[in-house]
Structures are given as C-alpha cells and as structure tokens.
C-alpha cells in the first residue's frame, strides 16, 4: 500500500469552529489531493497540490483552503466549519498528473 | 465539462451469477478507472483502461473501454459474497495544473449467498 496517513481518522466539532486535516505521505510523489465523499455524490476533488508551494482548486473548494509547505504534507483547513461540511474526507497521491491516485484511509468529520 | 453516470447504483446478485455494471461518460477522457471500496474503507485501485478496446482482467472482474461509445463496463463473472463492495468509475479531464479525476456516484454490490 501506498504510505499515506491521515489525522485525525476521526472528528467532530462545532459549526463556526475551524478544523484542519492532515495528508502525511512517504512515497515523494508530487501531486496530492484532497477530496470529499457523500452519499449519491461519489468523490469530489476539493483541492490539489502539484508541488510545493503549488496548489489550485477543484470543484468544491468553496470553504476550504489547503497549504503545503513540504512533499510529504497537505493540509486542509476549514476556517469555519458549517455543518454542510460533514463528510469523509480522502487525500489521495499521485506520482505525475497522469498517473493513479492512491487514496489515504480517510478522516470522517462530523460538524455539529 | 465531463460528467460521469454509473448505473444501477444499487445491485443485488446471488453468488455464481453474471452482471455488468455500467459506466457512461460524456465527454472525451484520457483514461478511465475503476476502484472498489469496502464499507468504511479507502478505495482500492482495481483497473487502468487507457485506449480504445482495452480489456483487463483480475479474478472475476473484467473491466472494457469504448471510447467511441464513451462507455467503459465492469463485468462479474460467477459472483462470490467476497465480491460485495462499492465500485466506483472515475475518468479524467485536463484542467488547471493536472489530470483530475471526476467519480460516478457509484455501484453498491452486494452478493446474496
């Protein structure tokens, strides 16, 4: 499996509180993602990263904003979290823009 | 903008029986995927499909492309309870600085013994 973890696995907070997730990975791929997973919606990219430094938006990053300051982290922070925002969120990996993405284990997020 | 469509959504089939799932996409994509996820679980990488007629196999799942046609199939071959998982479809489109991956909203199986 690829080596990417994610923390918390689990959260619950309270709406207007901000939360951020972690992406850790030990594979030295460049591009990382951040996507979200609801019932009939299937995943949908949240964010991207293409290096450090380097990240762009995907379909629903309205509420979001994402940071990555070195290989191995992406970070997505929700900087008030709205109960809109619950759901299981995904990194996934990719070592080039054309090749598979690896997911991580999941972080479920619970907004109250 | 591609749009991906994956039907049924939901499939009950008893175990040594034959079905496709079905996954349409609307507009060209480079490549298609397939992934399979357990309740609970990360999604695991099943198939690559890269080209037109391109047919791989694993076990009991045979996954095809038609680009023609924009429609890529996911055939289960004598089902086993094993099998019972959620399968997703994703193509892919070019935009901003990558490859992204769009996902059907998924086929939820489940194999009755």
């Known amino acids: 499996d690829a080596g990417i973890t994610q923390s918390p696995r689990h959260k619950v907070t309270e709406t207007g509180t901000p939360v951020t997730l972690r992406c850790h990975q030990t594979?030295?791929?460049?591009?990382m993602y951040w996507y979200r997973q609801d019932p009939g919606h299937g995943l949908r990219l949240i964010h991207y990263?293409?290096?450090?430094?380097?990240?762009d938006k995907g379909e629903v990053s309205d509420g979001y904003s994402v940071s990555r300051s070195k290989t191995e982290d992406f970070l997505l922070t929700l900087e008030s979290a709205t109960s809109s925002q619950t759901s299981v969120y995904f990194c996934?990996?990719?070592?080039?823009?054309?090749?598979?993405?690896?997911f991580g284990p999941g972080t479920r997020l619970t907004v109250t | 903008e591609l749009k991906v469509e994956q039907n049924p959504l939901f499939l009950s089939m008893q175990e040594g029986k034959n079905y496709t799932i079905y996954c349409n996409y609307s507009?060209?994509?480079?490549?298609l995927y397939w992934y399979r996820q357990d309740p609970g679980k990360s999604l695991e990488s099943l198939f690559v499909?890269?080209?037109?007629?391109a047919v791989k196999q694993e076990g009991r799942l045979m996954a095809s492309l038609d680009t023609k046609a924009r429609l890529s199939t996911l055939h289960i071959t004598a089902a086993v309870h094993d099998l019972s998982a959620t399968y997703f479809c994703?193509?892919?489109?070019?935009?901003?600085?990558?490859?992204?991956?769009?996902f059907g909203t998924g086929t939820l199986l489940a194999v009755q013994p």
């Open positions: 507009t060209t994509s480079d490549r």
């Open positions: 994703a193509g892919t489109y070019y935009g901003g600085a990558t490859n992204k991956l769009i």
């Open positions: 499909l890269l080209s037109n007629g």
């Open positions: 990263s293409y290096g450090v430094k380097d990240t």
């Open positions: 996934a990996i990719s070592s080039g823009d054309s090749y598979e993405q690896y």
């Open positions: 594979e030295n791929h460049r591009y």
